[in-house]
């Protein structure tokens, strides 16, 4: 089987998912290729390389390519798919985004964030934000599909694959990109992050964000995350939220503060290896999932916390 | 301008859904179900733009079963204005819907056409993307704001490092994320002139559509149970049992 793996990079570094979906595509079995897709993105063709069990990187630097919009990416991944059986990229709001329109341009049904693979036509995926696992088989002959990162380990690194310059067919330039505002941190990035530390609702205010579940993130070196409600509200970007339309997390330490627990944002997090919960509810459902529950107000909780690190 | 909001029956997003015992699916006898959250978002989008004088007529399509009249008619007391009821009892798939939706879109001739991001029950996030290869269409997924700007839509997209603008030739495909805005109550009076409001019904067939399913569901089955741990008395308990139990400080 042939397969392509599309890369997710902003033109300067890779993505850790990447890799994870180089695992994944190995359990299909077969060759891979990675597809770096950017501008000036040499460097991230040359950390592709690296990963263990790629057989070549495929680089298509073009301008219409720089920030990977979903119209160029789609018409040049389709036109690509024609020598593959299968193409896998990282169900990153990126991915989400271009797959579903390579799909249809080839008349197939994508196969959306899949956490194991059976065969080369079974696949493992939640529905219901996790309260129910469906195992779907494609009778496609091309599989389109998107992983979950955090249900795959990331491949080794240790190959030294070579890198192939493409030139891309003529792309569509019907949309166009304006600006955008990401947000800056020095603190780990929260699908990678080994701890995070999440707040909801109960913070009240960006100030108590900063205030109370900053100082904490920073002792621990951990990512901060958030409730929908905690996002709608405006304490904090909303690339923060965690959950079934958010990100999913799987760290080694999840602590959730003043969230309930709502399915949605379970959705997000019940993967975590070891879920703290601190809530003032003692019925709070976001108990039933934790391995540390502490009844406790949030706002003596915390500083306790920090000084007890 | 003429806007095309499809919007899906689903499972309420407040019900925690049950595994068959022969795991053939989720148990959907007598369990609540509603308008998809991310469409509710798409109709009061579409109605805030008829609103502005942007948009100048809304049509609601749904692909499902009879009592998917419900959704429509939701969609109608918002303020749509007419809707389409593409009747079937099969589950249809992200790629037929599509298909569907094109057939429709080309009878329509709408300028936009604003879905929801995902429905909340199969989790697929595609529908839109596909509708938007089908027709050749650009697409602004995952919006939190939508702009008309000359003859281009600006559309603010919430992306894994924050957001990004793009612009848009029309016609176009939008699809909601949770800010773009929050939807309205439909007022009992707006309830019972929707009632008046026509919605035609159709088939697959009516629009050359195949829905036989590309992926089989072989099965469904329970995720694996996380037990509750726990309950720790101070933070100091907390972190010894972080650091000498768990291991992971
Ligand atoms: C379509 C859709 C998609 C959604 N997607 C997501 C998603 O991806 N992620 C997500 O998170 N949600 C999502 N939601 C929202 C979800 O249903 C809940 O509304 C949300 O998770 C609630 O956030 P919360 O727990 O912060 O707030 P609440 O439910 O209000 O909980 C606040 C908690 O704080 C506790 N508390 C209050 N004061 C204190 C204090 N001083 N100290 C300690 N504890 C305190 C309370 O006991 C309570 O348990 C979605 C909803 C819909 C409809
Ligand atoms: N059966 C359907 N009827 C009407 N709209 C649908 C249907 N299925 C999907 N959609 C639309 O497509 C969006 C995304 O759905 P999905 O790709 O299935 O997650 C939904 O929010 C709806 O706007």
Do not use: C
């Not at chain 2, 009747?87 to 939706?101: F, G, P, Q, R, Y």
């Amino acid at each position: 089987m042939a397969i392509l793996v599309i890369a997710d990079h902003d033109n300067s570094s890779l993505s850790d998912a990447t890799g994870k979906v180089v695992t994944a595509a190995a359990k299909l079995g077969g060759d891979i290729d990675v597809l770096i897709a950017g501008k000036g993105a040499n460097g991230v063709a040359d950390e592709a390389a690296k990963i263990s069990g790629v057989r070549k990187v495929l680089l298509a630097d073009d301008g219409a390519l720089e920030k990977q919009l979903a119209e160029p990416m789609a018409a040049l991944i389709a036109d690509l798919a024609k020598d593959y059986d299968a193409v896998l990229a990282p169900a990153s709001t990126s991915g989400k985004n271009f797959m579903p329109r390579v799909a249809a341009l080839l008349d197939v049904m994508q196969i959306s964030e899949i956490v194991a693979i059976e065969s080369n036509d079974t696949f493992v995926r939640p529905i219901y934000a996790g309260n129910a696992i469906a195992t779907v088989k494609s009778a496609d002959a091309k599989k389109i599909i998107t992983v979950r990162p955090t249900a795959f380990n990331a491949a080794e690194l240790g190959g030294a694959a070579n890198v192939e310059t493409i030139t891309p067919p003529a792309l569509p330039n019907i949309s166009e990109f304006v600006a955008e505002e990401l947000t800056v941190s020095s603190r780990p990035e929260l699908q990678s992050a080994k701890i995070v530390i999440s707040g909801g609702r109960a913070l009240g205010s960006s100030e108590n964000f900063e205030k109370y579940i900053y100082p904490v993130a920073d002792k621990l070196g951990a990512a901060i995350g958030a409730s929908r409600a905690a996002v709608d509200a405006g304490y904090v970007p909303n690339d923060f939220q965690v959950g079934q339309t958010g990100k999913v997390v799987a760290p080694e330490l999840y602590i959730a503060i003043g969230i309930s627990g709502a399915i949605q944002h379970l959705a997000g997090m019940k993967d975590s290896k070891v879920i703290v919960a601190i809530n003032k509810d003692e019925d709070a459902p976001i108990f039933s999932v934790a391995d540390y529950g502490l009844v406790a107000d949030l706002f003596t909780a915390l500083p306790e916390l920090e000084n007890a690190l | 301008m003429k806007a095309l909001v499809p919007v899906k029956r689903v499972v309420d997003f407040n019900v925690k859904v049950r595994v068959k015992a022969d795991q053939t699916g989720v148990d959907l006898a007598n369990v609540k179900m509603s308008m998809n959250p991310f469409d509710e978002i798409a109709v009061e989008e579409a109605v805030r733009l008829k609103e502005a004088g942007t948009v100048s007529e809304i049509i609601a399509v749904s692909i499902g079963p009879e009592k998917a009249q419900d959704q429509i008619r939701q969609a109608l007391a918002m303020g749509a204005d007419r809707g389409i009821l593409v009747k079937t009892e099969m589950d249809a798939e992200s790629l037929a819907v599509a298909k569907i939706l094109k057939a429709i879109a080309e009878e329509e001739k709408p300028d936009l056409v604003i879905l929801g991001k995902q429905a909340i029950d199969d989790d697929r996030n595609q529908t839109g993307q596909m509708l938007a290869a089908l027709l050749g269409w650009p697409q602004g997924t995952f919006a939190s704001e939508v702009k008309k700007d000359g003859d281009k839509l600006l559309v603010t997209r919430e992306i894994d490092g924050g957001l990004q603008t793009v612009s848009l030739s029309l016609p176009a495909i939008v699809t909601t994320d949770l800010r773009l805005n929050e939807p309205r109550y439909a007022s009992l009076p707006n309830i019972m002139k929707a009632k008046k409001k026509p919605l035609d019904v159709k088939t697959a067939e009516d629009y050359g559509v195949d829905l036989t399913p590309r992926l089989e569901v072989l099965k469904v089955s329970e995720p694996p149970k996380r037990s509750a741990g726990i309950k720790v008395a101070s933070v100091e308990e907390l972190v010894e049992k972080l650091k000498n139990e768990a291991g992971v400080l």
